[in-house]
């Protein structure tokens, strides 16, 4: 199997969150490292001073000396910084970029190379996370890495999370994005914008549409009106189920005609928004 990256969201903003925090963690050691050596210079300066006069037989300056210095001693150094822990957002995208890598690794031990699975794709109905083209049809794949047992009516998709002895310690946790998207509405609403993208361009496929639980404690509890065409678990990523999800054809075009205007639908909308460019997409999509 061929691999395409258009863009990594989900690396991308861990990678910028563990910057953020090694930079902050830098600024902060940096002041601690001014902090002792100002201190470790005023401790000298009134050990000199101290022996100064002491030398010079003034004693009584040299005993009030005594109570600055034991003042210097008793403050205490200053508190050495540590680097902070992954914030919860952080914590999330390094999950979801595991998700996504054993998302990839399975469809790698599937798929030959008459297959090219594409990461990344972004359109104005979002970002799916994997494009699946090969010979008999196009899939849209949404990754969702959360444990615990899943379900959906529809749209709507929740959870009940268990710990490791078996207890249920959530139940009915929303499955959502930040616009309220369950799962399947992500992965639909891209798909049908690409979907409608390439029949303009005279390549009448349909977009098959997939979610995959890619966390290893995943199950799968109830669903009712479904609207994608599978929804699986990673173990239950088999050639089989994949293979009869994607049997739309390629709509009388080709693997890499498509690919090629994935790629350029992409570029085109992951471009930043401008007053001048905002026509002409509409024109083009």
């Known amino acids: 199997m061929i691999e395409i990256t258009l863009s990594d969201h989900t690396a991308d903003q861990s990678s910028l969150a563990a910057a953020k925090r090694k930079a902050e963690y830098e600024a902060a050691y940096g002041a601690y490292a001014r902090a002792v050596a100002q201190r470790?210079?005023?401790?000298?300066?009134?050990?000199?001073?101290?022996?100064?006069?002491?030398?010079?037989?003034?004693?009584?300056?040299?005993?009030?000396?005594?109570?600055?210095r034991m003042a210097h001693a008793l403050s205490g150094s200053p508190?050495?910084?540590?680097?902070?822990?992954?914030?919860?957002?952080e914590m999330v995208w390094n999950a979801g970029g595991e998700g996504e890598q054993r998302v990839s690794d399975s469809l790698k031990q599937i798929?030959?190379?008459?297959?090219?699975?594409?990461?990344?794709?972004?359109?104005?109905?979002?970002?799916?996370?994997?494009?699946?083209?090969?010979?008999?049809?196009?899939l849209a794949i949404e990754?969702?890495?959360?444990?615990?047992?899943?379900?959906?009516?529809?749209?709507?998709?929740?959870?009940?999370?268990?710990?490791?002895y078996g207890n249920l310690v959530q139940s009915n946790v929303p499955i959502a994005d930040?616009?309220?998207?369950?799962?399947?509405?992500?992965?639909?609403?891209?798909?049908?914008?690409?979907?409608?993208?390439?029949?303009?361009?005279?390549?009448?496929?349909?977009?098959?549409?997939?979610?995959?639980?890619?966390?290893?404690?995943?199950?799968?509890?109830?669903?009712?009106?479904?609207?994608?065409?599978?929804?699986?678990?990673?173990?239950?990523?088999?050639?089989?189920?994949?293979?009869?999800?994607?049997?739309?054809?390629?709509?009388?075009g080709t693997a890499q005609q498509i690919l090629t205007l994935i790629k350029k639908d992409h570029e085109f909308n992951a471009r930043p928004p401008s007053h001048g460019n905002r026509h002409r997409r509409q024109g083009l999509l």
Not at 50 to 58: D, P, T, V, Y
Not at 219 to 229: A, E, L
């Open 79 to 89: 508190k050495e910084p540590q680097m902070a822990e992954a914030s919860r957002n």
């Open 111 to 138: 798929f030959s190379d008459e297959w090219t699975v594409v990461s990344g794709y972004k359109n104005r109905g979002g970002e799916i996370d994997k494009i699946l083209v090969g010979p008999t049809g196009v």
């Open 178 to 252: 930040k616009r309220g998207r369950g799962p399947s509405a992500q992965v639909n609403d891209a798909a049908d914008r690409l979907q409608e993208f390439l029949h303009k361009r005279g390549i009448a496929l349909r977009v098959a549409r997939a979610v995959v639980l890619s966390h290893s404690s995943s199950s799968i509890s109830q669903f009712q009106g479904q609207t994608v065409d599978l929804i699986a678990t990673l173990d239950q990523l088999i050639a089989s189920e994949l293979s009869s999800a994607v049997t739309g054809g390629l709509g009388g």
């Open 40 to 68: 470790k210079a005023k401790g000298t300066a009134l050990r000199q001073a101290s022996r100064e006069w002491l030398q010079a037989g003034k004693y009584g300056a040299w005993l009030i000396s005594f109570f600055p």
């Open 143 to 164: 990754i969702k890495f959360v444990n615990g047992r899943v379900s959906c009516a529809g749209d709507r998709w929740w959870r009940d999370k268990y710990d490791k």
